[in-house]
């Protein structure tokens, strides 16, 4: 297959493009780098099976040849990104989704759209299943990105109805590993840089607040599955496994062995207060679950920012 990332070489896209290639389809990668880097791609530059396009998504999309699938990555996921960058999450959430649907109906090829657990908002049904409709505050400060992928999803639904395209929707739930970056405002590269630096790390709240953790690589298989399925509505893929944010913390220090401990601050605004898959359909529909444990995706992730805090100090 030919086919389409966009948001190619941000976090998630670019191990999906890692995935792609090796499981031998032509990979195309778009990304305006407001919040993605080509370093995360750096190694993929040169091949004849892989093109770099460095291009706004909200913009007309224009790909000469034949094009077998869409999968539309493109967005800022991180807090810190959406709520300094408002309005290109909610433009690419709509105007994004629009263009690479419109790309997907003119090549007649399958669309797979990256949604979030944050479509829950702050969830009053635990654990969340896809039936689930959301408690969303849609002007709130987080409104940005839980509304821009709401809209996506019914935009993507619209096509699939009125277009007959062939849609896949994605729910991926806080995921973590190689490439994020640092200084993203998540809470695994938070903790892990404060930890690294010596730092006491930061609890918001009385860190009762829980998350679930699935690793990249998982993640990445979850996506590949649901692509060449045939399941239409949306599927969970994250890992069900819950933890405390204090708990999680607490982890971080013991694997890292740092002995700065921890500070709290203030719960920010809508900040969900728990936040746990229901992957019973990801299950039974794509035979998938998360495989790689808690603390050897820690370590793999923990070494890759070993490296980067190093490289900050450097002359």
Known sequence: MRILVTGGAG??????????????????????????STDNIAHL????????????????????????AVLHFASPASPIDY??????TLKVGALGTHKALGLAR?????????????????PLVHPQPETYWGNVNPIGPRGVYDEAKRFAEAMTMAYHRVHGIETRIA????????????????????????????????????GSQTRSFCYVDDLVDGIVRLLHSDEVEPVNLGNPCEMSIL?????????????AGIVFKPLP??????????????????????????????????????????AQHEP
Request: glycine share 10%; hydrophobic share 35%.
């Open 11 to 36: 976090f998630i896209g670019s191990h999906l493009c890692d995935r792609l290639l090796a499981d031998g389809h032509r990979v195309i990668a778009m990304d305006n780098l407001i919040t993605g």
């Open 45 to 68: 530059l040169g091949r004849e099976d892989f093109l770099f396009i460095r291009h706004d998504v909200t913009n007309y999309i224009y790909i000469d040849g034949p094009i077998d």
């Open 83 to 88: 709520l300094q960058l408002p309005i290109q």
């Open 106 to 122: 003119a090549k007649g090829a399958r669309f797979l759209l990256a949604s979030t657990s944050e479509v829950y908002g702050d």
């Open 171 to 206: 729910r991926i739930f806080n995921s973590y590993g190689p490439r994020m970056r640092l200084d993203d405002g998540r809470v695994v590269p938070n903790f892990i840089g404060q930890a690294l630096r010596g730092q006491p790390l930061t609890v918001y709240g009385d």
């Open 247 to 259: 708990h999680f913390a607490e982890l971080i220090n013991r694997l890292t062995g740092n002995q």
């Open 269 to 310: 605004q809508d900040d969900p207060h728990r936040r746990q898959p229901d992957i019973s359909k990801a299950r039974r529909i794509l035979g998938w679950e998360p495989r790689v444990p808690l603390e050897e995706g820690l370590q793999r992730t923990i070494e890759y920012f070993r490296n980067k805090v190093i």
